[in-house]
């Protein structure tokens, strides 16, 4: 018989309680470690006070009150935003596929508003992930996420990653924009290369497309800079957050230029829950720990330090481990043996982590985690590598 709660997740046999910082505790006691952060969400970590208490506070005041109504603490968190990135505008919704539905609406709009209507098409990559909406699933191309929905929705065109002539190819008279995730993340923590992510700007500026980016995962904080594309020195028209901007309460965002934003006009789009008063103190809350001096350069010292550490792991088992992949808090560990193998391992030793594709296993911890966190995980990492060892011939002999 079918579950009341829709089976749609093959989900761990454990329930978590409570939490405290990067960690997790179980209603019987069990302490895990968390270096899944609800898939890269939990930015802060659990039960962070200055969260916790901005909720408490915000939810004692008003929670929701519509966009029929001007919302203070909205209007607050897009001027920061503004003020911390290269837009000019910012739309809030409720997650990271809404984020990209609005998006793309936004690259479609910006073209039609510039007089080329037939311009709507949008270039996207392999391997990428842009939500499970039903425009989503087609600009994420992944046919096994779109077998039996059906016709794809039409107008995204897939190329390969990190490759500036197929791109250049895949470009034509409908051709709207591009839209590229700067760290794919379901894909398997592959980063764009810098020079492909500053080709992408280039190649937009000359054919007149809007560059659109995808930072719902590698954004707000994660590679050691509030947004991953700034490590590449360019800035896209528009692009999309959720995932950490509110430390687990859900929420999206849409940042965009003055060229894309100034056709959302009334009527354009819309979003019931989007930017309420509750989702944005949180937001808010996040933006205080996260642009505080010093925060985001932590992120980046520890991650290089785990990046390092990793490192080790795979030389010290290359039969478990082939390669370390990402930057700052987004990092990915390439198996040789399955890694669902590795992440049940690493479940029985008290680690949680997350599947990627490309046979990857994630580890994007909350931002707050040090060091002595880091080598904690890096120990019990080392530890399931020995519990997955493949029995050598020579072994199975004695
Ligand atoms: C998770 C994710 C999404 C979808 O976000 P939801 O909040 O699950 O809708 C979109 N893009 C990227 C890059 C993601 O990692």
């Known amino acids: 018989m079918i579950p009341p709660l829709m089976p749609t997740y093959n989900r761990a046999d454990l329930a978590f309680e409570r939490g405290e910082g990067a960690w997790l505790i179980t209603d019987d006691g069990r302490r895990f470690l968390d270096f899944g952060a609800g898939i890269a969400t ?53 997650s990271g596929a809404e984020a990209n539905e609005g998006l793309v609406k936004m690259i479609r709009k910006a073209m039609a508003e510039e ?18 909406t039903l425009a989503m699933l087609s600009a994420t191309g992944n046919e096994k996420y779109l077998k039996g929905f059906g016709p794809p929705v039409q107008g995204f065109d897939h190329v390969p990653f990190n490759n500036l002539n197929a791109v250049r190819a895949a470009i034509g008279p409908e051709t709207a924009g591009i839209l590229v995730e700067p760290v794919q993340g379901e894909g398997g923590i592959r980063p764009a290369s810098l020079e492909f992510l500053r080709d992408l700007r280039a190649t937009c500026d000359e054919f007149g497309l809007v560059l659109g980016m995808d930072e719902v995962q590698c954004g707000m904080g994660r590679t050691g800079k509030l947004f991953a594309h700034e490590w590449a020195g360019v800035t896209p028209d528009v692009m999309s957050a959720a995932k950490g901007i509110a ?45 505080a001096p010093g925060f985001l350069a932590e992120v980046d010292r520890t991650g290089r330090k785990l990046h390092r550490d990793l490192e080790g792991l795979v030389a010290e088992f290359p039969s478990v481990f082939s390669e370390v992949r990402g930057a700052g808090l987004i990092l990915g560990l390439r198996c040789v043996v399955p890694q669902g193998e590795v992440a049940s391992a690493c479940l029985a030793e008290g680690l949680l982590a997350v599947n990627a594709g490309e046979n990857v296993l994630r580890l994007v911890p909350p931002l707050i985690v040090r060091e002595p966190e880091c080598d904690e995980a890096v120990a019990m990492l080392r530890r399931a590598a020995r519990r997955c060892l493949p029995v050598t011939p020579k072994v199975a002999a004695k």
């Open 42 to 94: 939990s930015s802060l970590g659990h039960n962070h006070p200055h969260l916790v208490a901005a909720i408490a506070a915000q939810a004692a005041k008003v929670m929701h009150t519509s966009n029929l109504y001007r919302v203070p603490e909205a209007e607050k968190l897009a001027r920061r935003f503004t003020e911390a990135t290269f837009a000019d505008s910012v739309f809030f919704c409720n």
């Open 115 to 132: 007089g080329h209507p037939e311009r709507y098409r949008v270039i996207c990559f392999e391997g990428a992930f842009h939500g499970r």
């Open 247 to 291: 430390g687990g309460f859900p929420m999206g965002a849409i940042l965009a230029t003055e060229r894309v934003a100034s056709h959302m006009t009334a009527g354009t789009h819309g979003s019931t829950f989007g930017g309420n008063p509750l989702a944005s103190a949180a937001a808010n809350a996040v933006l205080d720990v996260m642009l």
